[in-house]
């Protein structure tokens, strides 16, 4: 298994992040556990700010929070200094909780509700990302009401669609997000928007996909946003103060996959940002990005303990651990792959092949299929890396399997933060509903 950042093996032949010992975590909080790298985090984010900061261009990275979002990882944002992208009440109310600057929050979302959008106003955030038509009129409604004016980017979809190393140029956007350029439907939200009664029409937002391994598809969509920013700009005489280009910025889950380093995509952004201003006579806007993957995904490692195993002779041999589909969705949902290791036996030869299995009643719940460890038995801890992305955040009760706990460890120092469900957590809403009590 390749270790990323502070992630090393130990004289013990144990795996050790942030200088803490797996054995000893799996010891102090159990498992499943996603245990993140807290070093890894600030040292991502770095990368993006300082980025945008060697070439003195005005900018927000703000964290996609959907990639992974609690209190503890909210407050490190914060620290950060990055802004934030929530696409729900819920991603909101977490950074309302964990103090975030309302000001540096961008409410995403293709279906707000009234409600959410009632609760982002009334909140006072930063932007919003305005998707339809209908978020045109509940945002009327709401600036009224609260008596404030709402800051806002349209989102559109700039026919660039990036599947992961390959870029298909479609013609006709088909994509539940944001106004279609084409049909004329940006323009019309453009209309509407920027009024200078209830809005503050900031800009425009677009985003391509995600973990994206090349710089083309950013380059692109710049090409095609400008182009009609140029024609915007004649038509209407309407030119943005910020051009926010979303994320998906890819990173390494698997050998073969190729990152490129942050600076790249950047670098190549702001080449193609420049010019294009200078080709059409557009001012530089600010650049805003949401890397979500890229900040969190590889500083996050799950620890599970090994259990049974089912050997079919000369088919497979299956070593089942404690968790699975339930706290990891990707490989189930999108045939995602991971690496691994066993974390207390890590300088063992490998000497099998293993197919890790999930323990839900679900024959698609396998973590990793075929993958060469050293012999393992029950009891083992077994690591999987790069599970901080759309792992934790994604995670549910299917079989009615509590969530695991989060870890942050730094320094050889570990800090719980989220707690492991329990069966009471899992039964409580039910009880409460039934006007039982947990007592009973
Ligand atoms: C609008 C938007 N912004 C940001 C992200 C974050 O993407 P990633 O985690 O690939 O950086 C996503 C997810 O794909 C997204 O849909
Ligand atoms: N959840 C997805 C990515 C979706 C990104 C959000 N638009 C994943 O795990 O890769």
């Given at each position: 298994m390749y270790t990323h950042g502070t992630s090393r093996v130990n004289d013990l032949g144990h795996l050790e992040i942030g200088h803490v010992d797996s054995v000893d975590l799996k010891e102090q909080f159990g498992t499943p556990l996603y245990v993140y790298d807290v070093a890894l985090i600030r040292e991502r984010a770095n990368d993006f700010v300082q980025a945008f900061k060697k070439r003195g261009i005005k900018a927000q990275v703000?964290?996609?929070?959907?990639?992974?979002?609690?209190?503890?990882?909210?407050?490190?944002?914060?620290?950060?200094?990055?802004?934030?992208?929530v696409v729900s009440g819920g991603e909101l109310h977490t950074a309302l909780v964990a103090g975030f600057p309302v000001e540096k929050i961008h409410f995403h979302g293709n279906n707000k509700s009234p409600f959410e959008i009632d609760m982002a106003v009334e909140a006072g955030?930063?932007?919003?990302?305005?998707?339809?038509?209908?978020?045109?009129?509940?945002?009327?409604?709401?600036?009224?009401?609260?008596?404030?004016?709402?800051?806002?980017?349209?989102?559109?979809?700039?026919?660039?669609?990036?599947?992961?190393?390959?870029?298909?140029?479609?013609?006709?956007?088909?994509?539940?997000?944001?106004?279609?350029?084409?049909?004329?439907?940006?323009?019309?939200?453009?209309?509407?928007?920027?009024d200078g009664e209830a809005f503050d029409m900031l800009g425009f937002h677009c985003h391509i996909g995600s973990q994206i391994f090349e710089t083309t598809g950013f380059v692109m969509t710049v090409e095609k946003v400008f182009s009609y920013l140029a024609e915007w700009k004649s038509k209407l005489g309407y030119t943005p103060q910020v051009l926010n280009l979303g994320g998906g910025f890819g990173i390494r889950y698997i050998e073969g996959d190729t990152p490129l380093p942050v600076s790249h995509y950047i670098d190549a952004t702001i080449d193609a940002v420049e010019a294009q201003s200078t080709k059409l006579g557009i001012e530089i806007p600010e650049i805003w990005i949401e890397p979500g993957r890229s900040l969190v995904g590889d500083a996050g490692t799950t620890?599970?303990?090994?259990?049974?195993?089912?050997?079919?002779?000369?088919?497979?041999?299956?070593?089942?651990?404690?968790?699975?589909?339930?706290?990891?969705?990707?490989?189930?949902?999108?045939q995602a792959k991971y690496e691994a290791m066993i974390a207390n036996r890590s300088h063992d030869t490998k000497q099998e092949t293993y197919s890790i299995a999930g323990k839900c009643c679900e024959s698609g719940d396998m973590?990793?299929?075929?993958?060469?460890?050293?012999?393992?038995?029950?009891?083992?801890?077994?690591?999987?890396?790069?599970?901080?992305?759309?792992?934790?955040?994604?995670?549910?009760?299917?079989?009615?399997?509590?969530?695991?706990?989060?870890?942050?460890?730094?320094?050889?120092?570990?800090?719980?933060?989220?707690?492991?469900?329990?069966?009471?957590?899992?039964?409580?809403?039910?009880?409460?509903?039934?006007?039982?009590?947990?007592?009973?």
């Open positions: 703000a964290y996609a929070s959907k990639a992974f979002s609690c209190v503890a990882m909210v407050q490190l944002a914060k620290e950060l200094d990055l802004s934030l992208d955030i930063g932007c919003f990302v305005v998707d339809n038509f209908w978020e045109i009129e509940l945002l009327k409604e709401a600036a009224k009401k609260y008596k404030r004016k709402v800051s806002v980017l349209l989102r559109i979809t700039p026919g660039v669609e990036a599947h992961t190393h390959e870029y298909i140029s479609t013609g006709q956007e088909d994509s539940k997000f944001g106004f279609d350029l084409i049909s004329g439907q940006a323009e019309e939200a453009i209309l509407k928007v920027n620890l599970y303990t090994v259990g049974s195993e089912k050997e079919i002779p000369e088919v497979r041999h299956y070593l089942s651990v404690d968790g699975g589909m339930t706290d990891n969705l990707r490989p189930a949902l999108y973590l990793i299929w075929d993958i060469a460890l050293p012999f393992a038995k029950a009891g083992d801890i077994l690591a999987v890396s790069c599970t901080g992305a759309y792992g934790y955040s994604m995670a549910n009760n299917y079989n009615r399997i509590p969530r695991p706990a989060v870890v942050f460890v730094e320094n050889g120092q570990s800090t719980l933060v989220v707690k492991r469900e329990t069966y009471k957590d899992i039964v409580q809403l039910d009880l409460q509903l039934n006007g039982n009590s947990l007592e009973k």
